[in-house]
């Protein structure tokens, strides 16, 4: 059985999607059941890229099952807002880990 959903990826996340589907909605076919990581990783996003998701305005955890009509907003690292108390993927918001990476420049 397969379903729609709707997503939005934003900032440098469109880089991964064709021109096409860049900066605005569009909708996704998926096989039941399917979950936010896996609908990313079809994408060709690396998880490692991903810093907040909210489906239907609600953040959700990597395993979260897509459901029909779900409106998924993928959301990058957030370099100068902190989402610590609204982030449901890792223990702490991707820029505490790449601050302490030698590699972060802002």
């Known amino acids: ?13 469109n880089d991964y999607l064709p021109v096409s ?9 998926l096989k039941s ?5 896996e609908a990313i990783c079809s994408l ?7 810093d907040l998701v909210l489906v ?3 953040s959700v955890p990597f395993n979260h099952s897509i459901a029909e009509g779900d409106k998924i907003s993928i959301y990058p690292i957030f370099e ?3 989402i610590s108390s609204v982030t449901r993927l890792r223990d702490k918001p991707l ?6 990476s030698k590699q972060y420049t802002p």
């Open 33 to 37: 059941p399917t979950t936010i990581d």
């Open 56 to 58: 239907n305005s609600e």
């Open 95 to 100: 820029i505490k880990f790449a601050k302490n």
């Open 21 to 29: 589907k860049r900066k605005t909605i569009f909708s996704l076919s």
């Open 80 to 82: 100068s807002l902190d």
């Open 1 to 13: 059985m397969s379903y729609t959903a709707y997503f939005r990826l934003y900032e440098e996340l």
């Open 44 to 50: 060709g996003v690396p998880l490692e890229e991903v």
